[in-house]
Nanobody, 126 residues
Framework: QVQLVESGGGLVQTGGSLRLSCTAS????????TAWFRQAPGKEREFVAA????????FYAESLKGRFTMSSDNTKTTVTLQMNSLKPEDTAVYYC???????????????????WGQGTQVTVAS
């Protein structure tokens, strides 16, 4: 059972930045994806960004492209989400997730993820 632990959330002012991290208890093999989703109060959990291996292809929600950047360390056990120019509507719990046997067409699909972290709260004050 893979454990995913998020960190880095907090309170930031509009226009500020935060860097989230997600560390996995073990490295995956083969084709897999690690993603960030977020869930605001009263809303469904939505896709934010993902990286798929092999190759480390990166995918973003169209509305967030340019403000959010996802990266990975060399061990592939920690991914980060750099969030810039934050807005109050970015306020949400941010979740890290891992999908096994991932293909490009499934990296944005919430139901295809096998493991989830507990989430980290991001609050953007206006």
């Amino acid at each position: 059972q893979v454990q995913l632990v998020e960190s880095g959330g907090g309170l930031v002012q509009t226009g500020g930045s935060l860097r989230l991290s997600c560390t996995a208890s073990e490295r995956a093999s083969g084709s897999y994806a690690t993603a960030w989703f977020r869930q605001a109060p009263g809303k469904e959990r939505e896709f934010v960004a993902a990286m798929r291996w092999p190759g480390a292809a990166t995918f973003y929600a169209e509305s967030l492209k340019g403000r959010f950047t996802m990266s990975s360390d060399n061990t592939k056990t920690t991914v980060t989400l750099q969030m810039n120019s934050l807005k109050p509507e970015d306020t949400a719990v941010y979740y890290c997730a891992r999908q096994l046997r991932a293909i490009t067409s499934t990296v944005r699909t919430r139901s295809r993820y096998d493991y989830w972290g507990q989430g980290t709260q991001v609050t953007v004050a206006s």
